[in-house]
């Protein structure tokens, strides 16, 4: 059982606060891992962190996902930062650009919109309802412009802001623009990952969104997937 069930247990629904807290440590935590380049030495801290974890005491922690789950993709990470330090990186850097970058075609693409759009682009139907929906809420992005707002890194930054800056949009902001593709699109990173690093990162991060999801009482609709 997660820190943050346990509260519900003991003395009924965490607080706002604390749910929100628990919302930006989930989207700042993991949101810099989908997003950087390992050799770019911008996530190093965070890699870091996580070679040295205390697995068993994290997972217990780690809000929304439950202790078995948390458990294990947690080791994953883990294991895959320690291996990082073996190796000097090279097999974790390639594997982030295999799965994210390219040149080639990625196995499992980061964007919403390309499982959610009959012609499975970039930019499409999803994205756009997605600007429009920051627009509307003075919304702004949380990385350069070039890449499109339904990144699975980047909606996770923004779920981590909205919960100090405007929490009153978390709740609708993960039923609409997020969860009706997240976990498909996770499972999916998880299946094609061949590092350890990175299908602990799937794991974790789509175990946190399904408890988001339980959390908030979200009522979600499924998209037909076209990927």
């Not at 949380?142 to 699975?152: F, G, L, V």
Request: charged letters at 25%; glycine letters at 8%; hydrophobic letters at 45%.
């Amino acid at each position: 059982m997660d820190a943050y069930e346990n509260e519900c247990e003991q003395g009924g629904q965490a607080s706002t606060d604390e749910r929100m807290s628990a919302v930006r440590f989930v989207g700042t935590t993991l949101a810099p891992f989908f997003l950087n380049d390992p050799s770019t030495g911008a996530i190093d801290a965070g890699l870091a962190a996580m070679a040295v974890l205390d697995v068993d005491a994290a997972a217990a922690e780690w809000p929304f996902a439950g202790e078995a789950e948390a458990k294990r993709s947690l080791t994953l990470l883990s294991d895959g930062a320690k291996q990082r330090d073996a190796d000097g990186g090279d097999a974790l850097k390639w594997e982030y650009r295999r799965l994210f970058v390219g040149p080639q075609s990625l196995p499992v693409p980061p964007w919403g919109s390309v499982y959610t759009d009959r012609d499975c682009v970039v930019f499409g139907e999803s994205t756009l309802a997605l600007r429009a929906w920051m627009r509307t809420h003075g919304v702004q992005r949380t990385a350069d412009e070039k890449t499109p707002e339904d990144h699975i890194g980047l909606v996770l930054a923004m779920v981590g802001w909205l919960a100090d800056e405007k929490p009153e949009l978390v709740g609708e902001f993960l039923q609409l623009h997020v969860l009706p593709w997240s976990g498909h699109l996770l499972e999916q990173l998880e299946a094609a990952a061949e590092h350890p690093f990175y299908k602990g990162l799937a794991g974790i991060a789509n175990a946190s969104l399904k408890g988001m999801k339980e959390a908030f009482a979200l009522e979600v609709v499924t998209p037909r997937f076209y990927r």
